[in-house]
């Protein structure tokens, strides 16, 4: 038997059309999971189409999942077409420049409403019919920068420290009718959210440096332990974040100045 089988399990992935999505989307698949990819934009049913292309099976649905309307009608399709979710995967989010001070406030709102109440929307829609089965696994996709502050960022980290503590209270809350909660924390990953920075001179080289893997971190890296929790062996782990960084974010001693103790 496979170390992990997901096989008759429906999992729904947000923003699954692009990047650490579709990743994840392609990852849960090829464990065997029914993926229902949902995304805003249309071009992601290709990622339904590769999956079934590799003789997995998944689906597409167009939705915005900012909109109470749109998540609330896929979840009807859905159950009427794919049966109901037992895995859930926050992903849908994005970024905006800014400093605190100079952003305005409808661009906090606006990152705020996809990356945390976007979360908490999908988690009670798609959450639903877990809890009546009293069996599902929620795996939210935060950040690094939940727990250190991406500066000029707007409302990024804001929204990825209230995605873990929203894990948090969903573990508590929603653990003793059979549903768990979990956070996987990309750090430097390569998706087209992040492509326009990589391709600034020598800013991939740099940003290398400074990861103990030395390298920057692949849509898969973050599947693979989104798998993981949605799996049933993490089946008594429930409101904890996995940092998937190549251990960027353990770097911090290692940039003081300390004579004597430098590398051999
Ligand atoms: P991406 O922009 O490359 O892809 C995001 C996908 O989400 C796209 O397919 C987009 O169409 C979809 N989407 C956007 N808004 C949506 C909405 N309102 N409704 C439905 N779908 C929507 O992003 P990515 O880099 O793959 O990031 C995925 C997640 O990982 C995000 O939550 C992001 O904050 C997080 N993350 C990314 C990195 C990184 O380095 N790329 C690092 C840490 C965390």
Redesign the pocket.
């Known amino acids: 038997m496979a170390w992990i089988d997901l096989a008759a399990k429906v999992a729904v992935v947000?923003?699954?059309?692009?990047?650490?999505?579709?990743g994840i989307a392609l990852g849960l698949a090829a464990v065997g999971a029914d993926v229902v990819v949902?995304?805003?934009?249309e071009a992601?049913s290709a990622v339904a189409a590769e999956i079934r292309d590799q003789g997995g099976r998944a689906a597409f649905f167009p939705?915005?999942?900012?909109s109470d309307d749109e998540v609330a009608r896929v979840a009807e399709q859905m159950a009427a077409k794919v049966g109901p979710p037992a895995i859930l995967v926050n992903?849908?989010?994005?970024?905006l420049p800014g400093g605190l001070d100079g952003m305005t406030m409808a661009e906090w709102d606006r990152v705020l409403s996809?990356?945390l109440t976007?979360y908490l929307r999908c988690a009670r829609v798609f959450g639903e019919p877990m809890l009546e089965r009293k069996a599902g696994a929620i795996v939210h996709?935060?950040?690094?920068?939940a727990s250190c502050p991406q500066s000029y960022s707007g409302a990024?980290s804001v929204s990825?420290a209230g995605v873990v503590m929203l894990s948090r209270q969903l573990a508590v809350e929603w653990g003793p009718r059979g549903v768990r909660s979990n956070v996987v924390?990309?750090?430097?990953?390569?998706?087209?959210?992040?492509e326009g920075i990589y391709q600034a001179p020598g800013v991939l080289d740099a940003r290398r440096r400074l990861v103990p893997a030395q390298r920057i971190?692949r849509?898969e890296d973050?599947a693979d332990a989104v798998v993981f929790l949605a799996s049933e062996r993490a089946s008594y782990i429930t409101g904890e974040e996995i940092i998937v960084d190549g251990g960027f974010t353990k770097t911090l001693m290692g940039v003081i100045p300390r004579p004597g103790f430098e590398p051999g």
Do not use: E, F, Q
């Open positions: 947000t923003g699954g059309g692009a990047g650490i999505g579709r949902l995304d805003r934009d992601a939705c915005d999942v900012t992903n849908a989010g994005t970024m996809l990356n976007g996709v935060a950040s690094i920068s990024y990825k924390s990309p750090g430097m990953i390569r998706t087209p959210m992040t971190g849509p973050i």
